[in-house]
């Protein structure tokens, strides 16, 4: 192997294990770490001792445990201060949010899980967690199924047959789950999910179109609530979600929006 290529290599492989992290901000170890990318618990160890070095990231408590550090952080806050998306998105938004007591997020695929790019909620709700930077399984929740449900069949294709191979022995119950969802959105144009991301939690989401390069993102509303009726989210926020994704694809129709790069190349 070249030494351009052994770089490279290493680059890929140190943004994997930043990656890892997740939005529940727990600290992970090597051996988590290697767990949640796939490499080796050696490969791993380099890597964790470079990041912290470079400042991305740092130990708990000087213990065997790591979360990031503000050299992540700086990255992320000047893509943000930068992304026209969400710098135009976020005040409508909120808007929509406190007027129909939900969050809103809009997300992007982050290898097997969608990233919140945008993300707003009403104070007046119990709602999950969630802002932007957070990231949700692709597989098991609302926004995660409607993206898959927008892509073309070839790299639908490809992240179906990834999903499953992480799902391991619950292969089947994850393909069932998402064929449902499937279903939904041919018949309506939305897919909804309870409880099954976070306990009381649901999601309502669609795929959404944005910029001039039509790129595919997946916008969603969502709320934390105790015997939540399917059949309300379904006939009153569904329209309201639709209406919304009409109003930001105009909000965005001439903002330069770049198909994004995934572990099966660019999005379509």
Same mark, same amino acid.
């Given at each position: 192997?070249?030494?351009?290529?052994?770089?490279?290599?290493?680059?890929?492989?140190?943004?994997?294990?930043?990656?890892?992290?997740?939005?529940?901000?727990?600290?992970?170890?090597?051996?988590?770490?290697?767990?949640?990318?796939?490499?080796?618990?050696? %490969?791993?160890?380099? /890597?964790?001792?470079?990041?912290?070095?470079?400042?991305?990231?740092?130990?708990?408590?000087?213990?065997?445990?790591?979360?990031?550090?503000?050299?992540? /952080?700086?990255?992320? +806050?000047?893509?943000?201060?930068?992304?026209?998306?969400?710098?135009?998105? +976020?005040?409508?938004?909120?808007?929509?949010?406190?007027?129909?007591?939900?969050?809103?997020?809009?997300?992007?695929?982050?290898?097997?899980?969608?990233?919140?790019? #945008?993300?707003?909620?009403? @104070?007046?709700?119990? %709602?999950?967690?969630?802002?932007?930077?957070? $990231?949700?399984?692709?597989?098991?929740?609302?926004?995660?199924?409607?993206?898959?449900?927008?892509?073309?069949?070839?790299?639908?294709?490809?992240? /179906?047959?990834?999903?499953?191979?992480?799902?391991?022995? =619950?292969?089947?119950?994850? =393909? #069932?789950?998402?064929? @449902?969802?499937?279903?939904?959105? =041919?018949?309506?144009? %939305?897919?909804?999910?309870?409880?099954?991301?976070?306990?009381?939690?649901?999601?309502? @989401? $669609?795929?959404?179109?944005?910029?001039?390069?039509?790129?595919?993102?997946?916008?969603?509303?969502?709320?934390?609530?105790?015997?939540?009726?399917?059949?309300?989210?379904?006939?009153? $926020?569904?329209?309201?979600? =639709?209406?919304? #994704?009409?109003?930001?694809?105009?909000?965005?129709?001439?903002?330069?929006?770049?198909?994004?790069?995934?572990?099966?190349?660019?999005?379509?």
């Amino acid at each position: 192997m070249s030494q351009s290529s052994q770089v490279v290599m290493t680059l890929e492989r140190g943004l994997q294990v930043l990656r890892a992290f997740r939005a529940e901000r727990a600290p992970l170890s090597n051996g988590e770490l290697a767990r949640r990318t796939g490499l080796s618990r050696a %490969t791993v160890s380099r /890597l964790t001792t470079t990041l912290l070095r470079l400042g991305f990231i740092r130990r708990v408590a000087q213990g065997t445990q790591f979360e990031l550090a503000p050299g992540a /952080l700086g990255i992320g +806050h000047a893509y943000l201060e930068t992304n026209p998306v969400t710098r135009l998105v +976020h005040p409508y938004m909120q808007q929509v949010a406190d007027r129909l007591d939900v969050s809103m997020a809009l997300a992007v695929p982050n290898d097997l899980d969608m990233l919140y790019i #945008a993300c707003r909620t009403s @104070a007046r709700i119990s %709602t999950l967690r969630l802002g932007v930077g957070s $990231l949700l399984p692709m597989g098991s929740t609302a926004i995660g199924r409607a993206y898959l449900w927008g892509l073309p069949p070839g790299p639908q294709a490809q992240y /179906l047959a990834a999903l499953m191979e992480a799902a391991g022995p =619950k292969a089947a119950e994850a =393909k #069932a789950s998402i064929e @449902a969802a499937f279903e939904d959105l =041919k018949r309506s144009g %939305t897919c909804l999910s309870m409880g099954e991301y976070q306990r009381n939690a649901w999601g309502v @989401a $669609l795929p959404i179109r944005v910029g001039r390069e039509a790129t595919l993102m997946a916008l969603n509303f969502g709320a934390v609530g105790l015997n939540v009726d399917p059949d309300s989210i379904r006939q009153n $926020l569904a329209p309201a979600l =639709k209406n919304a #994704a009409t109003e930001l694809t105009a909000l965005l129709q001439d903002v330069d929006v770049e198909p994004l790069p995934s572990r099966f190349g660019r999005e379509a």
